[in-house]
């Protein structure tokens, strides 16, 4: 009798909060590289509420995704760093490599305090909180422009777009929420924008994600037609 082997394609399980933040590139860089994942609310995977959870987990924050052998991947440049090598996209050249890294890690230190005032600042405190990093962003803006000038190609490291592409993309996405002019002044970043829509799979997902409502007044997220409060526990 012969033995039949049954190839079982295990799914990869992304856990994060109400929230347009560190989930967004990986679920991107996913979607535009066809590989299949689960999202789930952090209460719907671990069933309990946060404050129980956190202190049971690694680094006590999410995003976190959940691979082959149940095992457990923290930090979002890590995630998306997997993410990238399932996609076929690790760099090989290591100067290369290296590069696109520092220019990953560049773009996720614009997420605070861009994300959590998009997400949940309000009324005086957001307005002050997006004045006070005006300047912050422009020079960071300014820099990943120029990173982008210097190889002359279509993206950081070449024609492809990897976890740098999708991290500076969701953060330059996430911008216009704040301050719409912004990005205007850096044409290099918004023909990065406009090259990051174009991909396939791309306005797929930005039309099928959640809605984000209210910023600066009281952030929402419409989900299944239903708006939430943003935040870390079940509404
Ligand atoms: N360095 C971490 C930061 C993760 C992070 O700040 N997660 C926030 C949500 S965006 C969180 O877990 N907040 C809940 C908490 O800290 O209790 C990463 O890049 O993944």
């Known amino acids: 009798?012969?033995?039949?082997?049954?190839?079982?394609?295990?799914?990869?399980?992304?856990?994060?909060?109400?929230m347009r933040a560190l989930a967004e590139a990986p679920?991107?860089?996913?979607?535009?590289?066809?590989?299949e994942y689960e999202y789930l609310m952090s209460w719907e995977h671990f069933a309990d509420h946060w404050s129980k959870v956190k202190p049971?987990?690694?680094f006590k924050q999410l995003p976190m995704l959940e691979v082959e052998g149940g095992h457990q991947i923290f930090q979002s440049i890590a995630i998306l760093k997997f993410l990238?090598?399932?996609?076929?996209?690790?760099?090989?050249?290591?100067?290369?490599?290296?590069?696109a890294n520092a220019i990953l890690q560049s773009a996720q230190e614009l997420f605070a305090p861009l994300?959590?005032?998009?997400?949940?600042?309000?009324?005086?405190?957001f307005l002050s909180k997006r004045d006070a990093m005006r300047p912050m962003l422009a020079n960071r803006f300014q820099e990943l422009s120029n990173c982008l000038a210097e190889n002359g190609s279509k993206f950081f490291t070449d024609d492809k777009p990897r976890a740098a592409e999708f991290a500076t993309f969701h953060h330059l996405d996430l911008s216009k929420k704040l301050d719409d002019s912004l990005i205007k002044q850096f044409p290099r970043l918004?023909?990065?924008?406009?090259d990051m829509m174009?991909?396939?799979?791309?306005?797929?997902?930005?039309?099928?994600?959640?809605?984000?409502?209210?910023?600066?007044k009281g952030p929402k997220l419409v989900i299944g037609g239903i708006e939430h409060s943003t935040g870390v526990e079940q509404t």
């Open 1 to 18: 009798m012969g033995i039949i082997f049954l190839e079982v394609t295990i799914l990869l399980k992304l856990i994060y909060f109400k």
């Open 27 to 35: 679920q991107m860089l996913m979607h535009c590289n066809n590989i």
């Open 56 to 58: 049971n987990l690694a």
């Open 84 to 99: 990238e090598s399932r996609a076929g996209l690790s760099i090989s050249d290591p100067i290369q490599e290296a590069k």
């Open 115 to 125: 994300n959590p005032t998009v997400n949940f600042a309000v009324d005086d405190d």
């Open 190 to 194: 918004e023909r990065l924008v406009d």
């Open 198 to 216: 174009c991909l396939q799979g791309m306005s797929e997902y930005l039309l099928r994600r959640p809605t984000l409502i209210g910023v600066g």
